[in-house]
């Protein structure tokens, strides 16, 4: 079983930075892939952002790539998303999760929900303007 601890988030004025962390404990040595989600008041749970644990290979949603980055370090077990430039439409809860799958595709990146097994619970970011 994978836990996964996200931390990091808070309230931040409009232009500001945060940085979120992700501690990932237990069968961690299967990891194919961490990846940030995040989910806004009434609004569905959206992909931001994918990371392969192997390599570097990164995946944005397409209008948070100038802002955002992710990141891990394998041997802490811990992804993080840096996050530059926050607007109050950012204001979400941001979710960590974690893709066990083995793909034949050694590059692909999962981004959709469903191909993440294990989930944080989730940490608060509030961008006030």
């Known amino acids: 079983q994978v836990q996964l601890v996200e931390s990091g988030g808070g309230l931040v004025q409009a232009g500001g930075s945060l940085r979120l962390s992700c501690a990932a404990s237990?069968?961690?040595?299967?990891?194919?892939?961490m990846g940030w989600f995040r989910q806004a008041p009434g609004k569905e749970r959206e992909f931001v952002a994918a990371i392969k644990w192997s390599s570097r290979i990164t995946d944005y949603a397409y209008s948070l790539k100038d802002r955002f980055t992710i990141s891990r370090d394998n041997a802490k077990n811990t992804v993080y998303q840096q996050m530059h430039s926050l607007k109050p439409e950012d204001t979400a809860v941001f979710y960590c999760?974690?893709?066990?799958?083995?793909?034949?595709?050694?590059?692909?990146?999962?981004?959709?929900?469903?191909?993440?097994?294990?989930w944080g619970q989730g940490t608060q970011v509030t961008v006030s303007s």
């Open positions: 999760a974690e893709d066990n799958t083995y793909y034949l595709n050694t590059n692909y990146l999962p981004h959709s929900i469903a191909e993440f097994e294990y």
């Open positions: 237990g069968r961690t040595f299967s990891t194919w892939a």
